[in-house]
């Protein structure tokens, strides 16, 4: 039973809670309405990720084995046998869009593209540099579209952008853990990693860093946000943006910790306190905006 929760890996679900971002920013986040809706789309999208999971699993076997981690996923390491792999992902793919077209023709649609996208990174994109991060970024900004379609409310340009730099930065951190791996082991633990090296990882990294931090800076006090969710004190939370980004460098940079930022979010405590304390000044700033501290 072990490694089949290993396969589907649930672990990875916690992507898809950027469905819930458009309602957070929205205001309506203790619409139960909304929000019952939100999870049965959070379900097919975490089974549609599942059987995506399991199908880039089964094109990686051999790669995966070279890997001093892949090795152990169970289609890899043979504790799940390869029919029973495909036909998970087929059962998962089959109940994640049959559910979804219950919960909103459109939401069906966007699903559609992300499984399309997905399914074109598996078989063969994923080893074109550049493009392949580009297609991970895309995959969140999806998310979060779905999020809007399900809950019915309104994208701004602002907030797409930021999840995609977002996205596009923890993507590039993933291949910096390639990339050192590869200058460990000798060993190309994927394809694409030939389209990079460390300097131009590290340049691209510290790039993506300054464009995050002026662009949140930007979106805190546009005036269009400002006017949308009537308050000017979100620039308040950019402390919390710089010290998650600055921590995270630091980390990479000063303690040489080059493991990928979803596992770093799992056991750095700074990091996470930072991201509470940036999830409760904003809920604060939208949800209580008579809070003494914001007036």
């Not at 990720?49 to 996923?73: L, Q, T």
């Not at 559609?112 to 392949?132: Q, R, V």
């Not at 004190?233 to 990479?252: D, E, P, S, W």
Request: proline share 2%; with cysteine.
């Amino acid at each position: 039973m072990k490694s089949y929760i290993q396969l589907i890996r649930p672990k990875d679900w916690a992507k898809n809670l950027f469905l819930f971002v458009p309602v957070f920013f929205a205001g309506l986040l203790f619409d139960t309405r909304v929000l019952l809706e939100l999870l049965g789309g959070f379900i097919c999208f975490s089974l549609v990720a599942s059987s995506i999971y399991i199908i880039n699993d089964y094109r990686d076997i051999e790669d995966d084995k070279k890997h001093p981690i892949k090795k152990n996923r169970p289609l890899a390491s043979g504790s799940v046998k390869k029919s029973a792999g495909i036909l998970i992902a087929i059962i998962f793919l089959m109940a994640g869009f049959t559910a979804a077209w219950f919960i909103r023709d459109k939401f069906l649609f966007v699903l559609a593209i992300y499984f399309l996208l997905n399914l074109g990174y598996s078989f063969g994109l994923k080893n074109i540099p550049i493009l392949d991060i580009i297609i991970i970024s895309i995959g969140f900004v999806l998310r979060v579209k779905a999020g809007a379609v399900i809950a019915k409310v309104g994208l701004s340009e602002w907030l797409t952008i930021m999840v995609f730099l977002l996205a596009l930065f923890m993507a590039i951190a993933k291949r910096r853990d390639d990339v050192l791996l590869k200058l460990a082991s000798g060993n190309d633990m994927r394809k694409a990693v030939k389209g990079y090296n460390l300097d131009f990882i590290n340049t691209a990294l510290s790039l993506i860093c300054a464009v995050i931090i002026v662009a949140y800076f930007m979106y805190t006090t546009s005036p269009e946000i400002v006017a949308r969710l009537q308050t000017y004190r979100l620039y308040y939370t950019c402390l919390f943006v710089l010290a998650g980004i600055f921590r995270y460098l630091q980390l990479i940079y000063v303690m040489q910790d080059s493991q990928s930022p979803t596992k770093i979010l799992y056991k750095d405590r700074f990091i996470q306190v930072t991201i509470l304390l940036w999830i409760i000044s904003f809920y604060l700033i939208l949800y209580v905006k008579d809070f003494s501290i914001f007036k």
